[in-house]
């Protein structure tokens, strides 16, 4: 069954930086688009970045832009998330998401990234 895995979360301080890892499995990883969202406390999920199964194009929100960048690795069903340039408001718990051409969504069970000093 299809399965997504991240990690990589953590406590950083502000200023610091973090990569995150999604592991896909159970589907064919290179033929979906790729995101990850954040959900912080009182908030609703909403995206961060979306990377495209086919040219790997690329888009994020305009507060992390610049400072995040969204990869993936096809050969090793993995998707990334590097985050540098970290600020409080970066605080979340990160999911990735897997969207098929028929438009269903798979989630991961996420990953908590806490920026504080």
């Known amino acids: 069954q299809v399965q997504l895995v991240e990690s990589g979360g953590g406590l950083v301080q502000p200023g610091g930086s973090l990569t995150l890892s999604c592991a896909a499995s159970g589907f064919p990883f290179s033929s979906y688009q790729m995101s990850w969202y954040r959900q912080a406390p009182g908030k609703e999920r909403g995206l961060v970045a979306f990377?495209?199964?086919?040219?790997?194009?690329?888009y994020y929100i305009a507060p992390v832009k610049g400072r995040f960048t969204i990869s993936r690795d096809n050969a090793r069903n993995t998707l990334f998330l590097q985050m540098n340039s970290l600020r409080s408001d970066d605080t979340a718990v990160y999911y990735c998401?897997?969207?098929?051409?028929?438009?269903?969504?798979?989630w991961g069970q996420g990953t908590q990234v806490t920026v504080s000093s």
């Open positions: 998401k897997a969207r098929s051409s028929e438009g269903y969504d798979y």
């Open positions: 990377i495209t199964s086919d040219d790997g194009h690329t």
